[in-house]
């Protein structure tokens, strides 16, 4: 593209108000139903300690130092994840294949988007469905009669699917500062508040101890490679890693704000909400007789709701659990759609309510497939998975790790080491050298031979 028939140069897009705001926002982007519904389902899925803390050394080792590099790009870049990408490796003097770094994680966006708004559609339904105590005093057999009653009917799967889209594009026609800006400025309190009222009554009504146990006491006999994988795939999607979410953010954060400090808040917060809600959970779970850990994706969607049917103050702690909940992934989604967007609206010169609908369009389509997934196409399969499954595993296990092993393999060697540096805002110049290096050495190799490993065993 030359530069004339180029992209609007500049942030057209806006700037966070002041560096919280993006913590917020970003934090907003990173908690979401990967740490309210999917850490705790793999976890136990996992057998628990041994997963939580391969998990806990990929945050630290790997998805720190490459969402410290993401920012970076997106603040360079100052455009959305496609153009930045561009931009950068042209200033970099990299060959230009590295600009596919930022299609390759739109794409994967707008992938996760399709899904996501199908889940996000699940805990609004849930909502309804606590809230108007219709659950109450119901046995896990009509939790799971209302839950596959839900899974088997494409059209109410579409209703909420569809309500959770419109939720979405809804905040993002408002643009970064106000709409973006002042939906994480409500949410975000809110969600901590809400979880903190939820762990006191876990505290006092399930079992602390065995759920303490389970999440944090190392069994090495229940860890395997695919859980290895899973950890390091986690880890990418639980910080909105690898698809420019937060290279979308960094572009609009303000000039100077040092991103490792920036960072770390952001990290530290997200593991906070996941163990949190492991510890919302677990205990309440072990406290149930016939209620097991390992019960998969419809852990929060089938074993909660009974034992909140089922518990004093069940009916109001139950729905407070799932408005949580969607909120987390209303904040999240919002950071799924904004790379796409800003990029159309860079290249068409349209409006960002165009640019929504397309994108928002897009992805509803695409959701479908997930939507009948679960009922119409449920014997569909490609290799024993579901359109579902397949999404999930391509993008989440796939494509979020590859990206970021592009992204630490760019900064870590093609880019300059002091420009790299540099453009971090940080002047603890030891600590850079250790981001650096983590980078260049760590993140890369992990990354390469968990998947190498991980795929090969999956497949052979
Ligand atoms: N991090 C979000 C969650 O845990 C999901 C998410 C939002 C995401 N944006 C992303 C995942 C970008 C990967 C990439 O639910």
């Known amino acids: 593209m030359s530069e004339s028939s180029g992209p609007v140069q500049g942030t057209v897009h806006g700037v966070w108000r002041s560096r919280w705001v993006f913590i917020l926002a970003a934090t907003g982007s990173a908690v979401g139903l990967g740490n309210i519904w999917k850490f705790p389902y793999i976890a136990g899925e996992n057998g628990g300690g041994a997963f939580v803390l391969v998990y806990l050394a990929c945050i630290l080792f790997v ?30 003097g990299a060959p230009r294949l590295w600009g596919s770094i930022g299609w390759l994680g739109v794409a994967a966006g707008v992938l996760i988007l399709s899904y996501y708004a199908v889940i996000g ?78 762990l006191i009554f876990a505290a006092q009504h399930g079992d602390w101890a065995a759920g303490a146990r389970f999440l944090f006491s190392f069994r ?15 880890s990418f999607f639980t910080l909105s890693l690898g698809m420019g979410a937060i290279m979308a953010y960094g572009a609009y954060m303000p000039e100077g704000a040092p991103i490792g400090r920036t960072v770390l808040t952001i990290a530290g917060l997200d593991t906070l909400v996941s163990l949190a809600a492991g510890m919302a959970i677990f205990p309440i779970v072990f406290a149930s007789p016939g209620m097991a850990p390992n019960a998969g994706p419809s852990l929060m969607f089938q074993t909660l709701p009974v034992i909140f049917a089922n518990m004093p103050g069940g009916l109001f702690f139950g729905t407070l659990f799932f408005v949580l909940v969607t909120i987390a992934a209303w904040s999240s989604s919002i950071s799924l759609i904004e790379p796409a967007v800003a990029w159309l609206i860079e290249t068409w010169r349209v409006s960002r309510a165009t640019a929504n609908l397309v994108i928002g369009t897009f992805a509803w389509v695409l959701g479908l497939g997930t939507v009948f997934s679960f009922n119409l196409w449920k014997d569909h399969t490609l290799a024993g998975n579901t359109f579902f499954e397949v999404m999930d595993f391509a993008t989440a296990s796939i494509l979020l790790p590859l990206v970021g092993l592009l992204i630490s393999a760019f900064v870590g060697w093609a880019m300059k080491r002091e420009d790299a540096m540099a453009a971090l805002g940080d002047n603890a110049v030891r600590v850079l050298k250790v981001w650096h290096w983590l980078l260049a050495y760590v993140a890369t190799s992990a990354i390469a031979l968990i998947l190498v490993v991980g795929l090969y065993k999956k497949f052979f």
């Open 220 to 234: 090495s006999d229940s860890l395997t490679w695919s859980g290895v994988m899973e950890a390091l795939g986690h």
């Open 63 to 92: 998805a720190i130092p490459i969402m410290m590099a993401e920012v970076m790009l997106g603040r360079l870049g100052r455009m959305s994840p496609v153009n930045a990408m561009k931009k950068v490796v042209k200033a970099t």
């Open 121 to 198: 559609g699940w805990v609004l339904h849930y909502v309804v469905e606590m809230g108007s105590g219709r659950l109450q005093g119901a046995s896990a057999g009509d939790v799971a009669a209302s839950f596959s009653s839900l899974l088997e009917n494409p059209q109410k799967l579409i209703f909420w699917q569809t309500l959770f889209m419109v939720l979405t594009m809804g905040v993002v026609i408002g643009g970064v500062t106000k709409g973006l800006g002042v939906a994480v400025k409500v949410m975000m309190p809110l969600l901590f508040v809400l979880l903190f009222v939820l």
